[in-house]
């Protein structure tokens, strides 16, 4: 089946430092879409991202949507202590495009 | 208030029990799910639904049920609980496909 490999699974930075995250996948997907999780919370949408080379900026937030169609990375600039929690990319397929992919997460930790 | 709001928020419960976990939106969108999280493994799927009268199995189906008694609610059951279903459990909705999903804060559930 279809999946998303994210990588790190975990970060240890220093505040101020700044962040990079990315999920690949052998397959080909149509939007991606990267969430961030706070402890005891559900996952929240960061960024949304539509069309292949596509790149979209949330603030300190910049994601762009790989031109292969098969990864997508996320950027954090100038980490702070709130940007701790848990990072997850999801993809909408082709086949199967009526469920999201999810890859495994990438926990931040923020050293002050 | 939540526009996704899952009952309850924690449970510990017993191996062998009938537990249902309960979802309900304000957010008038027909799409709903339930995702299964553990420790470094993402968020699985376990049953989708598109409308009240379509339900679909997801990744992770195998000893869980789900009934949509209504366009804004849509349950979880585990029959018979086993240790192995202690889990973080999401319900979450979506306008459409290839979209946003909007997550509620999350079931925690313990089976001793």
């Known amino acids: 089946g279809q999946q998303l490999n994210q990588s790190p699974q975990s970060m240890f930075i220093q505040e101020g430092e700044d962040v990079s995250m990315n999920c690949t996948s052998s397959?080909?997907?149509?939007?991606w879409l990267w969430y961030k999780q706070d402890p005891g919370e559900g996952p929240v949408l960061l960024i949304a991202?539509?069309?292949?080379?596509e790149l979209t900026s949330n603030g300190r937030l910049t994601a762009q949507f790989g031109i292969t169609r098969k990864d997508s990375f996320l950027n954090i600039s100038a980490s702070i202590p709130s940007d701790v929690g848990i990072y997850f990319c999801?993809?909408?397929?082709?086949?199967?495009?009526?469920?999201?992919?999810f890859g495994q997460g990438t926990r931040l930790t923020i050293n002050p | 208030d939540a526009d996704v709001t899952q009952t309850p928020r924690n449970r510990i419960t017993k191996t062998g029990k009938r537990i249902m976990l309960e979802c309900s939106q304000t957010?008038?969108?027909?799409?709903m799910y339930w995702y299964r999280q553990d420790p470094g493994l993402g968020l699985q799927l376990i049953y989708y639904?598109?409308?009240?009268?379509?339900?679909n199995k997801g990744e992770i189906s195998d000893g869980y049920s789900v009934s949509r008694q209504a366009q804004a609610k849509f349950s979880l059951s585990l029959e018979s609980a086993i240790p192995n279903q202690t889990a973080l459990y999401f319900c979450?909705?979506?306008?459409?496909?290839?979209?946003?999903?909007?997550f509620g804060e999350g079931s925690r559930l313990t089976v001793l």
């Open positions: 979450a909705t979506s306008d459409g496909w290839a979209g946003e999903l909007f």
């Open positions: 397959s080909i997907f149509n939007t």
């Open positions: 991202l539509y069309k292949a080379g």
């Open positions: 999801a993809a909408w397929g082709i086949q199967g495009a009526q469920k999201l992919v």
């Open positions: 957010k008038g969108h027909d799409r």
């Open positions: 639904s598109f409308d009240v009268k379509d339900i």
